[in-house]
């Protein structure tokens, strides 16, 4: 239990669902001290439907594979995704083992995704050995995205294994969040109203770049153009990410940018960095081909069973995916060369950024797995 609305509303539906509820809250890093408040706002959810409360401390785990991880990524030159390694490591790694570990069947929490359960056909193999990349359980979970697509979350929860799966509630699912509001209102829940947390959630109000700033030193460096013009200067290329546009320094440089008296261009995004160089390129205009990409490989991937069997078969298979949060979904083909597994995309897209995830869907909604993108 975060504090919030949704995983209030989980706890509760649970309840009402005749489980043996107990809340937790995970106290992990926080910079703004929002955190006190929110165990706060949990422990009283917590009272008012009835269930025992309980506070696990995570922060140092947190900071060694969640803060460390991000960190290292941008020191790297790539965008790390903080929020799909949080659940990786911390909800549904270490969150989840101690919670089985004290004897709970489940773990539940207030994610936007739906989870279903089906015979699982891939448990053997056709010689009646248990391949080492699949469960050996009967049952098979699925995750599918949630009914409310603007709130989906399966993005972030692409890394989720069979094994963790089985003990996983999702039960907001198939609510939209007007009706979690409006559930949690009607229940007196004093979270009813409280506001969606936004961006990465160690950070609260910081912003991310002053965050890095302490963390990785700053150096200036050359903003160039995609044909060599240098029209501006930078604090360092591993604070900028593929498709950034704002805090792009390009005033000192007007000339360059053909600026004269009130005409303008028209903005520019961030399309390469060399952080060995320390140069950062840019290309103007929010539809120029230097922002598209054909394809993407992956440094890490997870596939469901339904993936994995036909792709050892056939070598290529049609998916559908989206290469960042809340993109809609684009059809594609996963290919497996050699070693190598590429995800070529039917149509261009752009923003892709090495270190973001790329995350496959089937037609109906259904996760099918995901990998690390690297170009």
Not at 121 to 136: D, E, L, N, Q
Not at 211 to 222: E, M, P, R, V
Not at 230 to 257: D, P, S, V
Request: glycine fraction near 8%.
């Amino acid at each position: 239990m975060s504090g919030g609305v949704d995983s209030s509303v989980a706890a509760l539906l649970l309840k009402r669902q005749k489980y043996n509820v107990t809340g937790v809250f995970m106290r992990c890093y926080n910079l703004d001290g929002c955190a006190e408040r929110d165990a706060r706002d949990a422990q009283r959810v917590a009272a008012k439907i009835g269930i025992p409360f309980y506070v696990w401390d995570f922060e140092r785990e947190y900071k060694k594979r969640v803060v460390k991880y991000m960190v290292d990524g941008y020191r790297k030159g790539i965008t790390p995704n903080p929020d799909v390694m949080c659940n990786k490591e911390i909800k549904f790694g270490l969150f989840l083992k101690k919670a089985l570990s004290l004897g709970a069947d489940y773990v539940a929490t207030g994610h936007y995704v739906r989870i279903t359960r089906s015979p699982n056909k891939f448990a053997k193999s056709v010689s009646g050995a248990t391949p080492k990349s699949y469960p050996s359980q009967t049952c098979l979970a699925s995750l599918y995205v949630a009914r409310d697509a603007k709130k989906d979350q399966s993005y972030f929860l692409w890394t989720l294994t069979q094994e963790q799966l089985q003990h996983c509630l999702f039960p907001i699912g198939g609510y939209t969040k007007p009706q979690v509001r409006a559930i949690a209102k009607k229940a007196g829940l004093g979270t009813a109203e409280k506001k969606d947390s936004q961006g990465i959630c160690f950070l609260g109000d910081i912003s991310l770049f002053d965050f890095l700033k302490k963390k990785i030193k700053a150096k200036k460096g050359a903003i160039l153009t995609t044909d060599g013009i240098e029209i501006g200067e930078h604090e360092g290329a591993w604070f900028y990410t593929i498709g950034q546009r704002h805090g792009l320094n390009l005033n000192q440089k007007q000339g360059a940018l053909n600026i004269h008296g009130n005409v303008k261009t028209k903005p520019h995004y961030v399309v390469a960095k060399d952080v060995k160089e320390n140069i950062i390129v840019v290309a103007e205009g929010e539809e120029n081909a230097a922002l598209f990409q054909k394809n993407v490989k992956f440094t890490a991937t997870l596939f469901s069973p339904a993936v994995a069997e036909p792709l050892r078969k056939k070598k290529t298979l049609s998916v559908f995916a989206r290469v960042r949060y809340r993109q809609p979904l684009f059809p594609a083909k996963l290919k497996k060369n050699g070693k190598n597994i590429v995800l070529e995309f039917r149509k261009p897209q752009k923003f892709v950024a090495p270190g973001q995830s790329a995350v496959l869907y089937s037609k109906t909604g259904e996760v099918l797995g995901g990998g690390v993108i690297r170009l």
